[in-house]
Structure formats: C-alpha cells, structure tokens
C-alpha cells in the first residue's frame, strides 16, 4: 500500500500549516495511521497517531498542544494540523499505517508497513 502524504511547505515561525495523507484505492478504516518526521542528520521521529476507531490519539510532547491529527473515514484521508510551527518543526513529515487490522497506535515505526513518500515542512524564522 503506498500511502501519499501532502500538504507541506514553507511558512513563518507562528504560522500554520495541514497535512494530509491518503491510502488511493486502500483504506485507512481497520488501520492505526501515524505521523513520523525526519529532520536533516536527524534519526525519524513520532509525531501522533490515531486509532483505528480514531477514538484515541496519541502526540509526541513536543508537538503537545500544537498539532492535531484526525481521520475522516468517508474520504479516507488522515490528517494532521499543525499550529503555532516553530523552526525546529522544519522535516521531512511522513505517514504510516499499521499492517495489522484494529492494532494499536505505537510509536516506534517499526511497527508500521506501509510508508508515504513524505513532504517537506520548513519553519522560516
């Protein structure tokens, strides 16, 4: 399943910005779906996630407050909702769904199967 993460960009520091991921011809129903981001000669790291029943979601502290992720299971989408960017939010920003059927939200992303391609979100100060 090749998911497609969209959205990113260049913004000011304090600005705003959404992020979508889509599963085309999948779905996203069954599936725990997360955010992961990659700064440059950084490891990747776990943003937030939401449940398969998108009845829990789970953020990262430092996004804590700031970010927003949801599923809109009719369009089949994820989405994440970034607020308030600051510079060190500049990454590579990708998507992942879980391979397994009504599994929980981890945060380690070796537990997800299948990948967006990513999209960039640089935070100008």
């Known amino acids: 399943v090749q998911l497609q993460a969209s959205g990113g960009g260049l913004v000011l520091a304090g600005d705003s910005l959404g992020l979508s991921c889509l599963a085309p011809?999948?779905?996203?129903?069954?599936?725990?779906v997360g955010w992961f981001r990659q700064a440059p000669g950084k490891e990747r790291e776990f943003v937030a996630g939401?449940?398969?029943?998108?009845?829990?979601?789970i953020y990262a502290d430092f996004v804590k407050g700031r970010f927003t992720i949801s599923r809109d299971k009719a369009a089949n989408t994820v989405s994440l909702q970034m607020n308030s960017l600051k510079p060190e939010d500049t990454a590579v920003y990708y998507c992942?769904?879980?391979?397994?059927?009504?599994?929980?939200?981890?945060?380690?992303?070796?537990?997800?199967?299948?990948w967006g391609q990513g999209t960039l979100v640089t935070v100008s100060s």
């Open positions: 992942a769904r879980r391979g397994q059927r009504f599994a929980q939200i981890e945060t380690h992303d070796h537990f997800y199967d299948h």
């Open positions: 011809g999948r779905t996203f129903g069954n599936y725990a």
């Open positions: 939401v449940s398969w029943s998108a009845q829990y979601t």
